[in-house]
């Protein structure tokens, strides 16, 4: 059995299905706080950027987070397509945004070394909203066992919620974006429009990831939410 990857690879040898502990991991987690000291250097990251992002907010103007946005292709993407947003590239990887050092970024993208978990607990601490986030593949991490490590089985998953705005995750790993919207009509009574998981014909990848699993011939798949409001902050 193979881990998440950083290849190409098909997710081939993984568990089958919907996790039979899904709805039990996800209401823990509403139900418990996510206690976990914060990592220094996200509370660092976080109060570098903290003012620039607030004065945005107060004028009205959009933010967008790209969670675990490796080498922030998609970050740039996005950036040029809402050029009145402000919009977060946000990776614990030091080595993958690195990457972009040589590269001239859009005046409106801040890219920032975090814990994921970690900054959108701040961010939800501070009161901002987004208008959209997303998730492009995140690591799957399709053992059984693993559930708690995925984005929906991870205490984080209130905040990721309490965060708001149109929230997209991306996977080639089919499994990973129908268990994550069980997860979230787990909790329709509190929230959401969810849409249901979709097969994407991609034409331009949005991410290095996505054209190796294009160029190899992979099926992708999205999972779009709207995320309605902030009953969970
Ligand atoms: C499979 S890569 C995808 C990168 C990029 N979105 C793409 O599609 O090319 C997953 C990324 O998530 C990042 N990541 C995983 N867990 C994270 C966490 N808890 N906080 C921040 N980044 C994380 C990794 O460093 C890695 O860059």
Not at 46 to 61: N, P, R, S, W, Y
Not at 103 to 120: R, S, T, Y
Not at 132 to 138: C, F, G, Q
Not at 179 to 187: D, G, Q, R, S, T
Request: proline residues 4%; hydrophobic residues 40%.
């Amino acid at each position: 059995m193979h881990e998440a990857n950083n290849s190409a690879r098909r997710i081939t040898d993984a568990q089958i299905g919907i996790h039979k502990n899904l709805a039990l991991v996800v209401k823990k987690h509403f139900r418990n706080q996510h206690k976990k000291p914060i990592a220094k250097h996200t509370q660092d990251a976080f109060d570098v950027v903290k003012d620039k992002v607030e004065v945005h907010l107060k004028a009205g103007k959009s933010l967008i987070f790209d969670s675990c946005c490796g080498t922030a292709m998609s970050t740039q993407i996005i950036a040029l397509e809402n050029p009145s947003a402000l919009v977060l590239g946000i990776d614990r990887s030091a080595v993958r945004l690195a990457k972009e050092t040589n590269v001239k970024l859009p005046g409106n993208v801040i890219l920032v070394q975090a814990e994921c978990a970690d900054f959108w607990k701040l961010a939800v601490g501070a009161g901002w909203q987004l208008q959209k986030h997303t998730i492009l593949y995140p690591n799957p991490y399709p053992k059984s066992k693993h559930l708690k490590r995925r984005w929906h089985g991870h205490p984080a998953f209130p905040d990721l919620l309490a965060l708001g705005g149109e929230l997209e995750l991306r996977s080639n790993w089919k499994v990973y974006m129908d268990e994550f919207c069980e997860a979230v009509k787990i909790l329709e009574d509190k929230i959401y429009g969810c849409r249901s998981v979709e097969e994407l014909a991609v034409i331009n990848p949005l991410t290095l990831f996505e054209k190796k699993y294009q160029e190899n011939g992979q099926s992708l798949y999205s999972c779009k939410i709207t995320l309605k409001n902030t009953l969970f902050t």
